[in-house]
C-alpha cells in the first residue's frame, strides 16, 4: 500500500492533488506546529499575468506553538471579499470559470472559523470535482508525540504501508531514518507542470489547483496524471 503524508495546505498546488491520485491512502498532518507565512495558509495564483499571493489572515498573537488544527481565522479581517473579488478579476474570463467559482464562493461564504476546516473543505471540493476518490485519515487520530522523521517513521509503521510517497523537499531529514529498522520503501515524486493554457502572460508553474480547474476543467485528472513521476 502507498502512502503520502502532507500538511492540509490552502488552495494546494497541482502536485498535492497529483500525489493524492496516486496514493492509496493519504494523511493529512494537522497536529504539527503551525508555520506562519507557509502554505498552510496561502498559495500563488495567476493575476494579469503575474504570481499572486493569496493569503488568509490568521491569529498567532502569543500562539507561537499552536499546532494546525488549533489555528484561527481572523475574522475582523475582510479577507473573504478580498479574495472572491481577485479570484473574480484573476479567472473571469477563462473556460470553466462560470462551472467552478459559483461553487468556491459558497465554500467562502461558510466563514470557518478555523484555518483547517476552510482548507479541508476546498481541499474536499476539489477532489470531487477532479473525481479522485481515495482513503483519508488525520495524523491527529493517532495521536502520537514524534517530531520530524520520526513521526513520519510511525505513521508509515501504523499504517502498514508498503511505500511511503515524499515530495524531494523532504528527503534531507527522511534521510535519517535508518533503513535498516524499516519495512518500507520511501519514494520521491516531481511534478513537470508541462504547459497548458493559461490566461494572459507567460506560462506560470507550481500554481493553485483552481489555475488549472479554471483552464482546463474536466482534462486536469489527465493532466495531473500526465504530470506525475517517480524519481
Same mark, same amino acid.
Given at each position: 500500500?502507498? !502512502?503520502? !503524508?502532507?500538511?492540509?495546505?490552502?488552495?494546494? /498546488?497541482?502536485?498535492?492533488?497529483?500525489?493524492?491520485?496516486?496514493?492509496?491512502?493519504? *494523511?493529512?498532518?494537522? =497536529?504539527?506546529?503551525?508555520?506562519?507565512?507557509? /502554505?498552510?495558509?496561502?498559495? #500563488?495564483?495567476?493575476?494579469?499575468?503575474?504570481?499572486?499571493?493569496?493569503?488568509?489572515?490568521?491569529?498567532?498573537?502569543?500562539?507561537?506553538?499552536?499546532?494546525? %488544527?488549533?489555528?484561527? !481565522?481572523?475574522? %475582523?479581517?475582510?479577507?473573504?471579499?478580498?479574495?472572491?473579488?481577485? *479570484?473574480?478579476?484573476?479567472?473571469? +474570463?477563462?473556460?470553466?470559470?462560470?462551472?467552478?467559482?459559483? +461553487?468556491?464562493?459558497?465554500?467562502?461564504?461558510?466563514?470557518?472559523? +478555523?484555518?483547517? =476546516?476552510?482548507?479541508?473543505?476546498?481541499?474536499?471540493?476539489?477532489?470531487?470535482?477532479?473525481?479522485?476518490?481515495? #482513503?483519508?485519515?488525520?495524523?491527529? =487520530?493517532?495521536?502520537?508525540?514524534?517530531?520530524?522523521?520520526?513521526?513520519? =517513521?510511525?505513521?508509515?509503521?501504523?499504517? #502498514?504501508?508498503?511505500?511511503?510517497?515524499?515530495?524531494?523537499?523532504?528527503?534531507?531529514?527522511?534521510?535519517?531514518?535508518?533503513?535498516?529498522?524499516?519495512?518500507?520503501?520511501?519514494?520521491?515524486?516531481?511534478?513537470? %507542470?508541462?504547459?497548458?493554457?493559461?490566461?494572459?502572460?507567460?506560462?506560470?508553474?507550481?500554481?493553485? !489547483?483552481?489555475?488549472?480547474?479554471?483552464?482546463?476543467?474536466?482534462?486536469?485528472?489527465?493532466?495531473?496524471?500526465?504530470?506525475?513521476?517517480?524519481?
Amino acid at each position: 500500500m502507498k !502512502i503520502g !503524508i502532507s500538511q492540509p495546505t490552502f488552495l494546494p /498546488w497541482q502536485g498535492y492533488f497529483a500525489l493524492i491520485n496516486y496514493v492509496d491512502e493519504f *494523511i493529512f498532518l494537522d =497536529d504539527v506546529q503551525f508555520e506562519k507565512r507557509s /502554505w498552510q495558509q496561502r498559495n #500563488k495564483i495567476k493575476y494579469i499575468g503575474n504570481e499572486l499571493l493569496l493569503t488568509v489572515p490568521v491569529i498567532t498573537k502569543n500562539k507561537h506553538n499552536q499546532k494546525i %488544527n488549533e489555528v484561527l !481565522i481572523d475574522q %475582523n479581517s475582510n479577507y473573504i471579499d478580498k479574495h472572491l473579488k481577485t *479570484i473574480k478579476l484573476a479567472y473571469s +474570463k477563462t473556460k470553466y470559470f462560470d462551472l467552478y467559482f459559483p +461553487k468556491i464562493l459558497n465554500i467562502y461564504n461558510k466563514d470557518f472559523e +478555523k484555518l483547517i =476546516d476552510l482548507n479541508k473543505n476546498l481541499i474536499d471540493f476539489f477532489l470531487i470535482e477532479l473525481n479522485i476518490t481515495k #482513503k483519508f485519515s488525520f495524523s491527529s =487520530d493517532l495521536k502520537l508525540s514524534e517530531n520530524k522523521h520520526f513521526l513520519i =517513521d510511525k505513521i508509515c509503521k501504523i499504517k #502498514k504501508c508498503t511505500t511511503y510517497i515524499s515530495t524531494k523537499g523532504s528527503q534531507d531529514y527522511l534521510n535519517l531514518i535508518d533503513n535498516k529498522d524499516i519495512n518500507y520503501k520511501i519514494e520521491y515524486f516531481s511534478f513537470k %507542470n508541462q504547459l497548458y493554457q493559461q490566461t494572459t502572460g507567460s506560462f506560470i508553474k507550481f500554481l493553485s !489547483i483552481i489555475d488549472l480547474l479554471f483552464n482546463e476543467g474536466e482534462n486536469s485528472k489527465s493532466y495531473l496524471e500526465k504530470n506525475f513521476f517517480i524519481d
